[in-house]
């Protein structure tokens, strides 16, 4: 008899995977994983194609379904705050700098073309920004939005519908006009007390004619926004029954798969840890509590009623990916390497290669090496960045205690950074919180099934489904013999980062 099952897909910044969970969150079959192209037609530009993609969607999701002892019941997509140009037959509009004919239609969430914008959006004074921690990031929408309006006039005519990429996925899989809480009240500035924009910050800001781009209806995470179409259903193999659910970004799916993991403390006291190319720091709280330099709290944008902070570096994985192909080696090798090296080094990395997102919401910062000698080595420099990556996530979590008023009792991780046992120790120790360990490394993949799980009607909510399908995890407990030195490394990290010239 073949066990009913919800399917998750995850579309990161350099792949697309799916995987199967039952009712419990356990993984029937192995997560199907299959690379995505991205582009960088210019310094700070990068460009995806949605034709690419749903290529590689469908592809994974006949990959899973080949398994024949599971029954699909519903699907539910995560995917990365990348933009998506439509005109007005839902075909791609090309955002590339000088080739109009491209089917380069998404320009992704790392760009940052629009940092001109930016500044411009964050002298305006308006509610929106209260809620992403006093200034807009060159990495959200409405920036964007703009740079296209003003430098590719010809793109922005055309257009007829523009997505967050999420967004875009489960419009594809059901050709309703749907929008999620989560994608809208993160990224684009919409208010969710008000169930929209404020009008005068899209005047202000010559976005006026935005919402006739963006029509459809607002769905929270977990709600049904319809039932597979012909199309898709000929595509894939999935049947018209299996139910789709509004989406969630990449990151927040991954906190909602992981935040109840079954261990002594509640999700309340927990910060989820979302490590991949970028690190995202998330946190549910029952009520509105503003922190500078952090997002948030955004009502609804993971599970009805709760209130997410959210905090983040622009540059994790993404670091390492920099420094590996400088030293020609493997993640493995200076990984193995690393591990047996002494913590107590002197070597000071300043991850943020692509800007500050969380604490100082500033992009222009740039990443900086300290102390290295002509002996230094290619795993000293390696341990040095997971080391700074810790030191701007304790940065981070002191910013939310001393603002908010909360203790911080764990962290949770989950994500490809997070398979990392040096990463999950030097987590521990640096920031002198206990690291939770799930087991299971596809904690995005199991958000985006929870949300299918509660679109089907499985669940009646999707914190019921949460509660059903979290997983369990492994405790990291901090070396507090170390607290002194990275005391005193915290202190050499911030007068870094906050002197830079």
């Known amino acids: 008899m073949p066990v009913d099952v919800c399917l998750g897909i995850d579309v990161g910044t350099g792949s697309v995977r799916c995987a199967a969970f039952d009712m419990t969150g356990k993984q029937h079959g192995e997560a199907f994983t299959s690379p995505i192209r991205i582009s960088s037609p210019a310094p700070q530009f990068y460009q995806q194609s949605t034709i690419d993609i749903m290529t590689n969607i469908e592809s994974v999701i006949k990959l899973t379904i080949a398994n024949e002892s599971i029954n699909v019941t519903g699907i539910g997509f995560a995917a990365t705050c990348s933009l998506v140009f439509l005109d007005d037959n839902f075909e791609g509009v090309s955002v590339h700098p000088t080739d109009e004919y491209s089917d380069e239609d998404i320009i992704v969430w790392m760009d940052h073309r629009a940092e001109n914008e930016t500044s411009e959006l964050n002298k305006l004074k308006a509610k929106a920004h209260q809620f992403v921690g006093g200034r807009f990031s060159p990495e959200m929408e409405l920036p964007k939005l703009k740079w296209v309006k003003e430098n590719l006039p010809k793109t922005w005519k055309k257009t007829r519908n523009v997505y967050d990429l999420a967004d875009f996925l489960s419009f594809k ?120 330099g952090v997002w948030g709290p955004y009502e609804s944008a993971i599970v009805s009623g709760e209130f997410l902070l959210e905090g983040g570096q622009t540059s994790a994985g993404s670091t390492i990916d920099w420094l590996l192909n400088l030293t020609k080696s493997s993640f493995e090798n200076l990984q193995s390497k690393a591990q047996n090296l002494s913590p107590l080094t002197d070597v000071l990395c300043i991850p943020d290669f692509h800007g500050n997102r969380s604490p100082l919401a500033n992009p222009l910062i740039k990443g900086s090496l300290h102390h290295i000698a002509i002996h230094t080595t290619a795993e000293e420099l390696f341990l040095s960045v997971i080391q700074g990556l810790a030191l701007g996530t304790r940065m981070i979590i002191e910013r939310i205690e001393s603002e908010a008023c909360i203790i911080i009792d764990e962290l949770v991780l989950t994500g490809g950074l997070a398979r990392s046992k040096l990463f999950q120790r030097v987590h521990a120790d640096v920031t002198g919180k206990p690291v939770i360990v799930v087991d299971t490394e596809n904690g995005v993949l199991l958000g985006a099934a929870m949300l299918a799980a509660s679109a089907s009607g499985t669940f009646e909510t999707l914190k019921v489904a949460q509660n059903a399908m979290s997983p369990t995890g492994a405790l990291v407990e901090p070396d507090f013999t170390l607290q002194e030195f990275y005391s005193e490394k915290f202190e050499k990290y911030k007068r870094a980062l906050t002197t830079q010239f």
Do not use: Y
């Open 173 to 292: 899989a059901t050709s309703v006009k749907a929008r999620s809480v989560c994608t809208l009240v993160c990224k684009w500035g919409w208010l969710a007390e008000m169930n929209d924009w404020e009008e005068a910050l899209l005047r202000d800001f010559c976005l006026d004619d935005l919402k006739s781009k963006t029509e459809g209806v607002v769905k929270l995470p977990g709600e049904k926004i319809g039932q597979i179409c012909a199309e898709f259903s000929l595509a894939t193999g999935l049947t018209q029954e299996v139910s789709v659910s509004a989406s969630l970004i990449d990151a927040h799916s991954g906190a909602l798969g992981v935040l109840q993991a079954s261990f002594h403390s509640s999700a309340a006291t927990r910060l989820a840890l979302i490590a991949g190319t970028s690190n995202c720091h998330m946190m549910l709280i029952p009520e509105c509590k503003f922190v500078r």
